[in-house]
C-alpha cells in the first residue's frame, strides 16, 4: 500500500482495547464472557413483529435524513412525558454512536477543550482526539461521582475555556447514576462558565435503587444535547437506532451532516422503534437487578474492592497487582473475559465487568476471580 495513504488523524487513535481483549482470547475455547455490553435477551417479540411488518409493507427506502416524524414526535413527547422537557428540535440517528459523533464533527474544531469524567465512555475520548480537540479529565475516583469542588477547580484552572462537557448517567463503565442534585451542580456550572453539555443517557431504563434522573429535568434545550436509544433497553443493539434532542440550529446542523454520511437511519427499525417505546422492559430490569446483586455480593465476599452500581449493566472493581492490564491478561489466560481499565480511563488500576450474562455465567466468573484473587494473596 501507498506510504501516504493513511491520514494523518488516524495516528492519534488505536484499536479498542475491548478488541484487543477479543483478540486474546480468540484461542480459548468457550471463554466466561463477562466482558460484552450488550444484553443477553433477544429483541422482544412485538418489536421485532413490528420491524417485519414494516418491511412487507415496503417501508425499505431512505426516509427523511431526520427521520420519520412520527418517531421524532414519540421521542419528544417521552421526555415531555417523563421530565417536562420540550426539545427544541430531534434527529433519528444510527445508534447513540452515530449521534455522538454528528455532535462531535459539528462543535468541536482543532483545539477546543472537552471536559470528560474520568472513568469516561471509550468513544467519547477517541472521537474528541481523531478531531482535534483537547480534553480535560475530570477524576472521579474512588467513587465516581461528581463534585462541584473538583469541577469547578477543573474550570478554573483550565488555560482555554472548555467548549463541552459529556456525561453519561447511568454510566458505562461504572454503573454510577448521577442524582438530580448532582445533575443541578453539573447544569449550573456548564450555564455558568458557559460550556456546552451533552447527557449520553443510552441506559435509562437500567436503574435499581435510586430515582432516575435526567439532565431534561434541569437544563434549558439550548443549554444541552440529549443522546439516548434503543439498543440497551430492548437489545436492538444490532438494529442502530438512536435520537438527539437539542437546541434547533444544533440539531439542523447535524442533520445537514448526516445527509452526507449515515444519510438516515435504518427505515424498517425506525418503524420498529414506534413500538420499543410502548415495551415494558420491568420484569428485565427485575432480572438485572437479581445479576447486579449476585456479582457486587460475590465481588465482595471474595475481597475486590467495588462499588456498588445503581444502574446500566457493568461494575468497575479494583484490580489486583501492579496494573489493570497484567490482572485482564491473566484473567483472559483463565478463560475469563473482562476489560482493562485503561480503555475507560487514564488509569490501569480497575476492570469493567458485565453483569449482562445469566447467573450460571456470572457464578463461573465470580469462580474465576476468586481463584486470581488467591494467587495474589
Known amino acids: 500500500m501507498h506510504k501516504d495513504i493513511i491520514a494523518d488523524r488516524m495516528a492519534r487513535i488505536d484499536s479498542s482495547g475491548i478488541r484487543k481483549v477479543f483478540d486474546l482470547a480468540a484461542e480459548l475455547d468457550a471463554p466466561v464472557n463477562l466482558s460484552i455490553g450488550q444484553p443477553d435477551f433477544d429483541v422482544p417479540e412485538q418489536i421485532k413483529a413490528a420491524a417485519i411488518d414494516a418491511i412487507q409493507k415496503g417501508n425499505n427506502k431512505y426516509t427523511h435524513t431526520q427521520g420519520i416524524a412520527e418517531l421524532n414526535d414519540a421521542v419528544r413527547e417521552r421526555y415531555m412525558r417523563l421530565y417536562n422537557f420540550s426539545a427544541d428540535a430531534s434527529l433519528i440517528t444510527s445508534g447513540v454512536s452515530g449521534g455522538i459523533l454528528l455532535a462531535l464533527m459539528t462543535m468541536i474544531n482543532a483545539g477546543d477543550s472537552v471536559i470528560l469524567t474520568d472513568p469516561y465512555f471509550v468513544i467519547y475520548k477517541h472521537i474528541v482526539t481523531l478531531l482535534g480537540g483537547t480534553i480535560k479529565y475530570l477524576d472521579t475516583y474512588p467513587d465516581f461521582r461528581i463534585y462541584k469542588e473538583r469541577l469547578e477547580t477543573l474550570i478554573r484552572q483550565s488555560s482555554e ?16 447514576v448521577y442524582s438530580k442534585e448532582e445533575l443541578a451542580v ?77 444519510i438516515c437511519a435504518p427505515a424498517p427499525v425506525q418503524y420498529a422503534g414506534l413500538a420499543a417505546l410502548q415495551y415494558d422492559n420491568s420484569e428485565i430490569i427485575r432480572t438485572f437487578t437479581q445479576r447486579r ?50 480503555v475507560f480511563s487514564e488509569r490501569d488500576t480497575h476492570f469493567r465487568i458485565s453483569y449482562s450474562s445469566d447467573i450460571k455465567t456470572i457464578q463461573s466468573g465470580l469462580e474465576i476471580l476468586k481463584k486470581l484473587y488467591a494467587a495474589y494473596q
Open 161 to 176: 475555556k472548555p467548549k463541552l462537557m459529556i456525561i453519561s448517567s447511568p454510566s458505562n463503565p461504572t454503573g454510577v
Open 186 to 262: 453539573i447544569v449550573s456550572l456548564c450555564k455558568e462558565h458557559d460550556i456546552f453539555l451533552i447527557a449520553d443517557e443510552i441506559y435509562d431504563n437500567f436503574v435499581y435503587d435510586v430515582p432516575q434522573a435526567s439532565v431534561a429535568e434541569i437544563a434549558d434545550t439550548e443549554d444541552c444535547l440529549i443522546l439516548n436509544g434503543f439498543s440497551k433497553n430492548t437489545a436492538m443493539t444490532g438494529w442502530r437506532l438512536g435520537y438527539a434532542l437539542g437546541p434547533k440550529e444544533l440539531i439542523q446542523k447535524m442533520t445537514i451532516l448526516q445527509q452526507y454520511t449515515f
Open 293 to 342: 446483586d449476585v456479582m457486587y455480593q460475590g465481588l465482595r465476599e471474595i475481597g475486590y474492592e467495588v462499588a456498588q452500581p445503581d444502574g446500566a449493566i457493568y461494575m468497575f472493581p479494583k484490580a489486583l497487582g501492579t496494573s489493570a492490564t497484567d490482572f485482564v491478561t491473566k484473567a483472559v489466560r483463565n478463560n475469563l473475559l473482562i476489560i482493562p481499565g485503561n
